[in-house]
């Protein structure tokens, strides 16, 4: 069920050799984790607090190791003062970002 859910979902595209991600943050979290995959975002959470650009290098740290990136493949494309953000990942099907996050929502599904 997952599955079909998260590879129609809109929050996650393909755009010529890049994926966008559509995420909604939610900083000053006890743990950096992916909450769950809403109707029109991937739900962070992050340890970070949104000062000072904080939170979105914590974000950038998160994917990086979540996507197995460089912190270079991984940009902020739009929202860098707002909880809403468009992530855009280079070096990464869509497929994999998909099973990835698959991977890690089963996971921790204890945490969420």
């Known amino acids: ?66 996507f197995d990136l460089r912190r270079s493949e991984i940009t902020i494309e739009r929202g860098h003062t707002s909880k809403n953000k468009l992530i855009k990942l280079s070096g990464i099907s869509k497929e994999e970002v998909i099973n990835r996050i698959k991977t890690f929502l089963k996971n921790h599904s204890d945490v969420n």
């Open 1 to 66: 069920m997952l599955r079909a859910c998260v590879k129609m979902h809109p929050a996650i595209s393909q755009k010529q050799e890049c994926v966008l991600l559509q995420c909604r943050i939610s900083p000053k979290s006890k743990r950096n984790s992916i909450r769950r995959l809403c109707d029109d975002a991937l739900l962070i959470s992050l340890k970070a607090p949104p000062v000072d650009g904080k939170a979105n290098e914590e974000l950038v740290k998160f994917l990086s190791k979540l």
